[in-house]
Every structure is written in structure tokens, then in C-alpha cells.
């Protein structure tokens, strides 16, 4: 295996772990929010909390996409990875905002792209294509 071929194998690995870490806290956002719609008040915190590590995680896996691509990895990832992570920004003002007209649609839709974003970098073809 050279020295390339190792970097960017790697670097797989990292976005592979960061996509489904993000996948994981992202999943557990609604769950958050319907406790606090079921009446348990404290449940807001921890969705508030959520929202800041969904945060976090979305912009870190923008920049491992971004190493990818420049290992020669796939474009696909990091152009997914930019649009969740604007849909996250605008998700999160407008959370704060109280918007839920457009926070509980654009978080479903959220939801459903990560996803498809996790299942298609776990598959191994996926890879294969190259760019």
C-alpha cells in the first residue's frame, strides 16, 4: 500500500466515523424535541445541546470532506457535506428564532439527508468510482 493510498484510506475512515457520529446526534434531535413537547421541560435543554453538537459535527465533516477530496476522494461527499451543513445553520436560527414552520420540515429533511449520507459512505462502490 504507498503512502497515498494509506492517507486516504485514513481519511475514510475519519469521515466515515464523522458522517455516523453525525447521523447519531442528528437522529437524536426530534427525540429531544418531542420530550419537550411531551411536557418534559428539561428535554429543550438537551435539544439546545443537540443543535450545538449537530453544530459542530457538520462543520468538521465539511473539513474532512474537504481533505478527502484533496487525497483524490470523491466531490460528492463534500458538496453533501456543505448543503446539510447550510440546511444546519438555517435550521439553527431558525430554532432560535422560533420559526417551526420552517424548523420542524427543514429538520426532517435534514434528517433524511444524512442519512442517505451515511448509508452511501459506508458503500464500498461508492469508492471505487473515484471523482
Do not use: C
Not at 442528528?26 to 428535554?43: K, N
Not at 431558525?94 to 449520507?117: E, Y
Amino acid at each position: 500500500m504507498t503512502t497515498r493510498s494509506r492517507k486516504a484510506g485514513v481519511t475514510l475512515a475519519v469521515n466515515r466515523v464523522l458522517v455516523s457520529a453525525h447521523a447519531v446526534a442528528i437522529i437524536g434531535q426530534p427525540v429531544f424535541a418531542g420530550g419537550y413537547l411531551g411536557g418534559d421541560y428539561d428535554m429543550l435543554w438537551l435539544h439546545r445541546w443537540g443543535a450545538d453538537a449537530v453544530s459542530f459535527l457538520a462543520y468538521a465533516q465539511v473539513l474532512a470532506a474537504l481533505v478527502l477530496l484533496l487525497v483524490r476522494g470523491p466531490r460528492w461527499l463534500l458538496w453533501a457535506s456543505l448543503a446539510i451543513a447550510a440546511g444546519e445553520t438555517a435550521q439553527y436560527f431558525a430554532g432560535v428564532d422560533g420559526a417551526l414552520d420552517l424548523h420542524i420540515p427543514l429538520g426532517v429533511a435534514l434528517v433524511v439527508g444524512m442519512v442517505l449520507t451515511t448509508i452511501a459512505v459506508w458503500r464500498p462502490q461508492t469508492w471505487r468510482a473515484g471523482r
